[in-house]
């Protein structure tokens, strides 16, 4: 009995098992199904709008003096005084004396070549006497006609005024020399470089010091050749008289010390011919009185430094100005459509910048009105749904049984990416 209940009893368990099972799965209950709301990328999109656009072209060049000199002397001599301001650095005003040779051997020259002017006198004067003592002479002795040349002594006058004049010549030119032994500014700068001082014996030619001029400096600046149409050039023309007016305004900014400044110049001209190595024309701004103390703090304009330059144009009416980020690859847009769904539309930039691309009306292009998707999206399929904030507010969606969406509302059943 006992074998036999052993045996019988795990059958039973496992038919009773099966039978649960068998129950459970005939009658497990429905599971729900449910349908699942679209995604929808929320993306900023704008309202085109013509506007004015002033150009501005940037540029970027290096501050070179108006003028710059080597100064040498044009009479040897020792250094015997040197104008304080005769450093690296120092200022000096439009006729100053910067240098002063030892003047005593060009005085002894002076004074020699005034004695050769007195003996050259002398002697034409003794010539003249003989010269009427001469013709006096012919009379007397009763000849007609005009005595020669040779009688008259004429060569001998004729070579005492030579003797006079080359007498004069020589205390000119010792009065040049001694004149040159002060050494003067040829006009108001600044002194670049020091190369001779005080007791220095200098021979003719010798380099003294570089300066350069500081009531204005030039700043060369490449213009892109895209760009040059919308500025306001001074070019010149061969046939043309007077000066050129003065051009564009330039804003000049540069940091100095961590510490950003400005200047403002203007376009003064165009060089003449193109650089070989860019193919840009170059233009060159002016500022002047760089050096000028303002009083407030503001850094001078130091010859060699590096600018970076903004150059106003000309102002651009009814245009479309948007953010680059909203240019694609290929100059295109996407724009968004009464139903919120992409458009892929390509447009002709007419100026761009790091910020901003400018461009107009065309015939297939966009045009007053149409909806401008701000948000870069990678892979944009043409005619894919969005959900668009247009100028701050969210769009509302109606259309294909989709939920309505205003304001700051969202979509029932959805929830868009960022929240």
């Given at each position: 009995?006992?074998r036999?209940?052993?045996?019988v009893?795990?059958?039973?368990?496992?038919g009773?098992?099966?039978?649960?099972?068998w129950?459970?799965?005939?009658?497990?209950?429905?599971?729900?199904?449910?349908?699942?709301?679209?995604v929808?990328?929320?993306?900023?999109?704008?309202t085109?709008?013509r506007?004015?656009?002033?150009?501005?072209?940037?540029?970027?060049?290096?501050?070179?003096?108006?003028?710059?000199?080597?100064?040498?002397?044009?009479?040897?001599?020792?250094?015997?005084?040197?104008n304080?301001?005769f450093?690296?650095?120092g200022?000096f005003?439009e006729?100053?004396?910067?240098?002063?040779?030892?003047?005593?051997?060009?005085?002894?020259?002076?004074?020699?070549?005034?004695?050769?002017?007195?003996?050259?006198?002398?002697?034409?004067?003794?010539?003249?006497?003989?010269?009427?003592?001469a013709k006096e002479?012919?009379?007397?002795?009763g000849?007609?006609?005009?005595?020669g040349?040779?009688a008259?002594?004429?060569?001998?006058?004729v070579q005492?005024?030579a003797?006079?004049?080359?007498?004069?010549?020589?205390i000119d030119?010792?009065?040049?020399?001694?004149?040159?032994?002060v050494?003067?500014?040829?006009?108001?700068?600044?002194?670049?470089?020091?190369?001779a001082d005080?007791?220095?014996?200098?021979?003719?030619?010798t380099?003294?010091?570089?300066?350069f001029?500081?009531?204005?400096?030039e700043?060369?600046?490449p213009?892109?050749?895209?760009?040059?149409?919308?500025?306001?050039?001074?070019?010149?023309f061969r046939?043309?008289?007077?000066?050129?007016?003065?051009?564009?305004?330039?804003?000049?900014?540069a940091?100095v010390?961590?510490?950003?400044?400005?200047?403002?110049?203007?376009?003064?001209?165009?060089?003449?011919?193109?650089?070989?190595?860019?193919r840009q024309?170059?233009?060159?701004?002016?500022?002047?009185?760089?050096?000028a103390n303002?009083?407030?703090?503001?850094?001078?304009?130091?010859?060699?430094?590096?600018?970076?330059?903004?150059?106003?144009?000309?102002?651009?009416?009814?245009?479309?100005v948007?953010?680059?980020?909203?240019?694609?690859?290929?100059n295109?847009?996407?724009?968004?459509?009464s139903?919120?769904?992409?458009?892929?539309?390509g447009?002709?930039?007419?100026?761009a910048?790091?910020d901003?691309?400018?461009f107009?009306?065309?015939?297939?292009?966009?045009?007053?009105?149409d909806v401008?998707c701000?948000?870069p999206?990678?892979?944009?399929?043409?005619?894919?749904?969005?959900?668009?904030?247009?100028?701050?507010?969210?769009?509302?969606?109606?259309d294909?049984?989709?939920?309505k969406?205003?304001?700051?509302?969202?979509?029932?059943?959805?929830?868009?990416?960022g929240?």
């Amino acid at each position: 009995m006992k074998r036999f209940i052993k045996a019988v009893l795990p059958l039973v368990i496992l038919g009773v098992c099966a039978y649960f099972t068998w129950w459970f799965v005939a009658n497990r209950p429905e599971t729900p199904v449910r349908e699942a709301a679209p995604v929808l990328l929320r993306v900023e999109a704008a309202t085109l709008k013509r506007e004015s656009y002033p150009v501005t072209v940037r540029s970027q060049g290096i501050v070179q003096p108006r003028t710059r000199s080597t100064l040498l002397p044009e009479v040897p001599g020792r250094i015997v005084e040197v104008n304080p301001s005769f450093r690296p650095g120092g200022f000096f005003d439009e006729g100053e004396i910067l240098l002063k040779l030892e003047e005593v051997d060009y005085e002894t020259a002076l004074v020699v070549a005034k004695a050769e002017l007195a003996r050259a006198e002398v002697v034409l004067a003794e010539e003249l006497a003989r010269a009427a003592q001469a013709k006096e002479n012919w009379r007397a002795l009763g000849k007609l006609g005009e005595p020669g040349a040779l009688a008259r002594r004429l060569p001998q006058v004729v070579q005492a005024e030579a003797e006079i004049a080359a007498a004069s010549a020589r205390i000119d030119q010792a009065k040049r020399d001694l004149e040159r032994t002060v050494i003067r500014a040829p006009y108001t700068g600044q002194v670049l470089t020091q190369l001779a001082d005080l007791g220095q014996f200098v021979a003719q030619g010798t380099p003294l010091c570089e300066i350069f001029a500081v009531d204005y400096v030039e700043i060369r600046l490449p213009l892109p050749d895209r760009e040059m149409s919308f500025l306001d050039l001074p070019e010149r023309f061969r046939d043309e008289e007077g000066k050129a007016t003065l051009g564009a305004p330039t804003v000049l900014r540069a940091s100095v010390g961590g510490r950003p400044a400005e200047w403002t110049g203007a376009i003064v001209r165009v060089e003449g011919a193109i650089d070989e190595s860019t193919r840009q024309i170059t233009a060159v701004a002016q500022v002047d009185d760089p050096y000028a103390n303002r009083g407030d703090g503001h850094p001078p304009l130091r010859v060699g430094q590096f600018l970076e330059a903004e150059i106003q144009g000309r102002i651009l009416e009814d245009v479309y100005v948007i953010p680059r980020r909203a240019v694609r690859a290929g100059n295109e847009i996407l724009l968004v459509n009464s139903e919120n769904r992409l458009r892929r539309v390509g447009i002709v930039p007419i100026v761009a910048d790091g910020d901003y691309v400018v461009f107009a009306d065309t015939d297939r292009g966009p045009g007053e009105g149409d909806v401008l998707c701000l948000t870069p999206i990678p892979f944009a399929a043409e005619g894919a749904k969005v959900l668009p904030m247009v100028d701050g507010g969210l769009e509302s969606m109606t259309d294909g049984g989709d939920p309505k969406a205003s304001g700051s509302k969202q979509l029932a059943g959805t929830e868009p990416p960022g929240t």
